[in-house]
């Protein structure tokens, strides 16, 4: 079994940065192409950024600007920094990767890990 783990949440004030990584439990299953989503309570999870195997990135247009999605395929890890953080960017975020394993594909979310913006 293979697991995406998640990690760098954590309380910020507003205007401050955090960086997000995400990274397969398992070495030999290979991120393709992964995406960032979040959930704040009582709303729906929302995708926030993404990045292809070609490296192309995709982002919500609250978002645009102010966070930045990268790999680093050495360490197979997906990092999404985060800055310029406002109180409506407090959620649970989720990274959600296509992992690649000798041809077939696996599917995976991670836990999530919480960020916390004050005003």
């Known amino acids: 079994q293979v697991q995406v783990v998640e990690s760098g949440g954590g309380l910020v004030q507003a205007g401050g940065s955090l960086r997000l990584s995400c990274t397969a439990s398992?070495?030999?299953?290979?991120?393709?192409?992964m995406a960032w989503y979040r959930q704040a309570p009582g709303k729906q999870r929302e995708l926030v950024a993404s990045i292809s195997s070609a490296d192309n990135t995709n982002y919500a247009d609250s978002v645009k600007g102010r966070f930045t999605v990268s790999r680093d395929n050495a360490k197979n890890t997906v990092y999404l920094q985060m800055n310029s953080l406002k109180p409506e960017d407090t959620a649970v975020y989720y990274c959600?990767?296509?992992?690649?394993?000798?041809?077939?594909?696996?599917?995976?979310w991670g836990q999530g890990t919480q960020v916390t913006v004050s005003s």
């Open positions: 398992r070495m030999i299953f290979r991120i393709n192409d």
């Open positions: 959600n990767a296509n992992l690649k394993n000798f041809g077939s594909v696996w599917n995976r």
